[in-house]
């Protein structure tokens, strides 16, 4: 972001490979979205015109067609919030059961 074009440049070979990546497991899998969290989040928002340029040259065209990609709307605390939900699952589905 400050100019360094070494750094710019490692930034965009990285989002270049994460789209190679990310097109072979919409290949795979034909998700409807993909979400980029922790520190691949921080490279899908550097790098985002690369990754969806190389999904778009190698990922099926039907698969393509759907797939979304998106970051966590929690951010940085999303794999936090996730735990505590699972720690917390069985009180939360039924309250009066916590024996």
């Known amino acids: 972001?400050?100019?360094d074009a070494r750094a710019g440049a490692a930034v965009r070979q990285a989002g270049d490979w994460l789209g190679f990546g990310v097109?072979?497991?919409v290949n795979i899998f034909n998700?409807?979205?993909v979400i980029f969290g922790g520190t691949m989040r921080d490279l899908y928002l550097a790098a985002a015109a690369q990754i969806r340029s190389r999904l778009n040259a190698n990922a099926?065209?039907?698969c393509l067609e759907h797939v979304r990609l998106r970051t966590p709307k929690l951010g940085d605390d999303a794999?936090?919030?996730g735990a505590a939900e699972l720690a917390f699952e069985r009180l939360l589905a039924d309250p009066?059961?916590?024996g």
Request: aromatic share 0%; charged share 20%.
């Open 1 to 3: 972001d400050r100019g």
């Open 23 to 25: 097109a072979n497991l």
């Open 31 to 33: 998700p409807e979205m």
């Open 60 to 62: 099926l065209t039907a």
């Open 79 to 81: 794999a936090l919030v």
């Open 96 to 98: 009066l059961d916590i």
